[in-house]
């Protein structure tokens, strides 16, 4: 066999497509047992809120049952929900924050 009988072919650069991580939500549930000033404690601690800002999502989980607190990564969301459950069990209160996936 000689070399003319072998086809070369170029070589395809392909590039793989990269998705961006999913993101979650980390959810304030209500409940009518933890006092309002120790939630807007937590969320002041563990995620960086302002006063008022804290109060905002304290009262809108007071009326609507639940709040969506902050979106972020995967792994954060559910250190930071797993920070503020520590937290509230320390002090003896059932309150409770969930992750989920963002749609």
Do not use: W
């Not at 804290?54 to 709040?67: D, W």
């Not at 559910?78 to 309150?95: C, I, N, Q, Y």
């Amino acid at each position: 066999m000689s070399n003319k009988d072998t086809a070369v072919r170029p070589k395809t650069a392909t590039k793989p497509k990269l998705q961006r991580p999913r993101l979650y939500k980390v959810i304030l549930v209500n409940d009518d047992f933890t006092p309002r000033e120790f939630v807007i404690l937590v969320l002041r601690a563990v995620f960086r809120m302002s006063e008022e800002t804290g109060y905002r999502v304290m009262m809108t989980a007071h009326k609507m049952g639940t709040c969506v607190v902050v979106v972020c990564a995967r792994d954060i969301a559910e250190t930071k929900a797993t920070e503020a459950v520590d937290l509230a069990k320390e002090a003896g209160f059932p309150l409770l924050f969930t992750t989920e996936p963002e749609e």
